[in-house]
């Protein structure tokens, strides 16, 4: 049942090739949150995962991530700290640069968004090289919160990402070779 339900969801991922340069074949997910029921059923399957895993926080990356991480945090009864390109938080950061497939990068996070009793789900929808990922373990990791997993939507297995990830628990729902 499971299995089906991941194939409905999996057909309702676009391809756009050549985006956002040539040679990138981008996973578009808009289709899937156009549909309220694939919605859902992400939302559902993902708390099923984590409702007994004590997190207290979910580190959402922008932009995407905050849309399946603000339900879940709902859901699970955790805070949302969201991870930002820079100078679009307001307060006090500290700051990760790192690699993406196609250029370079820098995630941001409020510094006191994090405390060291916190137990952290770090979620992005996607999880290509690893990179935006990595950084967003760094940042937690400094500001002393205990990652339970870092969880994506989808994975795109070819590129390897969650080889940057060394130590750290990965989820998926989906999974592109």
């Given at each position: 049942?499971?299995?089906?339900?991941?194939?409905?969801?999996?057909a309702?991922?676009?391809?756009?090739?050549?985006f956002?340069k040539?040679g990138?074949?981008f996973?578009d997910?808009t289709p899937?949150?156009l549909?309220a029921?694939?919605?859902?059923?992400?939302?559902?399957?993902?708390?099923?995962?984590?409702?007994?895993?004590?997190?207290?926080?979910?580190?959402?990356?922008e932009?995407r991530?905050?849309?399946?991480a603000?339900?879940l945090?709902?859901?699970?009864?955790?805070?949302?700290v969201?991870?930002?390109k820079?100078?679009?938080l307001?307060?006090?950061?500290v700051?990760?640069?790192?690699?993406?497939?196609?250029?370079?990068?820098t995630?941001?996070?409020h510094?006191d968004?994090?405390?060291?009793g916190d137990?952290?789900?770090?979620?992005?929808?996607l999880?290509?090289?690893?990179g935006?990922?990595?950084?967003?373990v760094?940042?937690?990791?400094?500001?002393?919160?205990?990652?339970?997993e870092a969880g994506?939507?989808?994975e795109?297995?070819s590129?390897k990402?969650?080889?940057?990830?060394?130590?750290i628990?990965?989820?998926?729902?989906i999974?592109?070779?």
């Amino acid at each position: 049942m499971v299995i089906d339900n991941i194939q409905r969801l999996k057909a309702l991922i676009r391809d756009i090739p050549d985006f956002p340069k040539a040679g990138i074949l981008f996973r578009d997910i808009t289709p899937l949150l156009l549909d309220a029921d694939a919605f859902k059923e992400v939302i559902g399957l993902l708390y099923e995962r984590y409702k007994d895993r004590g997190i207290t926080k979910i580190v959402a990356i922008e932009s995407r991530g905050f849309v399946f991480a603000a339900p879940l945090c709902h859901q699970l009864g955790a805070g949302l700290v969201p991870l930002r390109k820079p100078g679009k938080l307001p307060h006090e950061t500290v700051m990760e640069t790192y690699l993406l497939e196609y250029g370079e990068s820098t995630l941001e996070m409020h510094k006191d968004a994090i405390g060291d009793g916190d137990t952290i789900l770090v979620f992005d929808d996607l999880l290509a090289t690893g990179g935006t990922a990595a950084a967003s373990v760094t940042l937690v990791e400094r500001l002393g919160g205990k990652i339970v997993e870092a969880g994506f939507v989808i994975e795109l297995l070819s590129l390897k990402g969650r080889e940057k990830l060394d130590g750290i628990p990965v989820f998926s729902l989906i999974q592109y070779d």
